[in-house]
């Protein structure tokens, strides 16, 4: 026995053992058909293909960006909610079938008493069984003008729907216009802080060789690694400006980073900060502000549904006639069988009036007033904070091209100035301390001027949002329905 029951232990081991080894096997081909699954749905992003221009990301923000796809959604949404409203006036096909069983005491029977004819009288019985149907075509003829205003109501709906997703389509193309200059203006801060780490470092190579030729003293080299140390930092800040800056854009954009991605991003851009100057007059920009500015367009639409609000409120008080025409059958009330019928067609028109309705009609008017007036109160509300943006974004866009007016030749000077103060520190009639001046004033120089084309750049972008010149069909020629002008 005791020899059967090792065997038997020993058995079951490697069972187990196989068993455990084929999960196993199992398990990583299920996962390594998983991962290949998974790699193979995930679209490649186009970043890692090709540079990108603006216009490139501008399309594709423009058919990928969430909040674009959700309005979308939002445009179906008011098409179906403009399908609802209009269907008061469209006629309406009615099929009405219904079949009952009742108790036999309750069955009405119809009593005849005798006559001379009938000297034992006469008793019908039509069943416990009834049945009936039909079918109608019911026209609303009249609704105290409730038909047309929902005709119009129809259409504005949709309109206001186009008008919201063209607000959001020019939030989004100014976004990304930000992003976008916000990614060149970081390679451009990592270019400006190596070259300024390039410079620092041959100073300190010539600091050191003079030191040891015994022409200079042991501070000039400190002061040369001072400096080159507090310009390291600023190489770093911008390398993670750069790493943020197209995260921010790859999500406008609307991609997924890839999972295995833990890098900087390869996104490659094409393109540079240098944009046209924009002679628009304040007067010319308001004027085309409060003409094309599509928050507007809504407040408009929003006003004239108010109205029509208003008439659906006051048709409460007039009189609704409908008209009908149909064919029906029922089985006949004086007669058991339930197969004998009677059938033919039916037509008509039916009046219905409140007379008193409790005063829910004149409720309802009230209310559609002071909704009108609200209406009317914020369109003139948008109106005045769109001036104040518009006037606003004229003044920062005005500063920050005297900016950069001012920087057009610095970085020349600063250059020049380099040089010489390196040639008058070889000459011996300068100091180190006037080149690392000098090396700090042009490294400066070239940071406030890429900063002053990126700032002049978002202050044009942010200035044609105000005036309502940030639309589709001006930066990528993809227009949209009733796209304001």
Known sequence: MVVLYSVFLFSMKRVVRNLFAIVVVVQAS??????????????RPPWLDRALSLTDCLNLALANNGDVLKSGKDLEVAHGLSVQTRA?????????????????????????????????GLSIDPGDQRWAADIRLVQTISEGGRLRSAVRTSKLLREQAVAQHNVLLANVITDVRTAFYDVLLAE???????????????????????????????????????????????????????????????????????????????????????????????????EQALKSRPELEVARKAELLRREGLVQARAGAYPRLDGYVGYGARKSAFAGDIGREVHGWAAGVMVTWDIFDGALTRGKVAEANALLDQAQLEQQDLARKIELEVRS?????????EVLESQQKVIEQAEEALR??????????????????????????????????????????????????ASPDRFTGQGTQNQPK
Not at 30 to 43: C, D, I, M, T, W
Not at 449 to 459: G, L, N
Request: charged fraction near 25%; include cysteine.
């Open 30 to 43: 299920l996962f390594a058909s998983a991962g290949e699954s998974n790699s193979a749905a995930a679209p």
């Open 420 to 469: 010489l103060a390196r040639a008058r520190a070889e000459a011996g009639t300068g100091t180190q301390l006037d080149v690392l001046s000098a090396q700090t004033a042009l490294t400066q120089a070239r940071t406030t001027t890429i900063r002053a084309k990126r700032d002049y750049a978002v202050a044009c972008a942010r200035f044609e949002r105000a005036i309502g010149a």
């Open 393 to 401: 974004a004229c003044s920062t866009l005005t500063e920050a091209w």
């Open 88 to 120: 008061v006036v469209i006629p309406k096909v009615k099929l009405n079938a219904e079949y009952g069983i009742v108790g036999r005491e309750a069955v009405d029977r119809l009593e005849i008493p005798a006559l001379p004819m009938l000297p034992d």
């Open 188 to 286: 451009q801060e990592i270019i400006v802080s190596t070259a300024a780490i390039a410079l620092l470092e041959k100073e300190l190579e010539d600091s050191r060789r003079r030191f040891e030729a015994g022409t200079v003293p042991r501070f000039n080299v400190l002061r040369a690694e001072v400096e080159l140390a507090n310009a390291r930092p600023q190489l770093s800040r911008a390398r993670n400006n750069h790493r943020i800056a197209k995260n921010i854009l790859v999500n406008l954009l609307g991609y997924n980073v890839p999972h295995d991605l833990f890098e900087d991003l390869p996104l490659h851009l094409t393109g540079a900060l240098e944009v046209p100057k924009l002679d628009l007059s304040l007067q010319e920009a308001l």
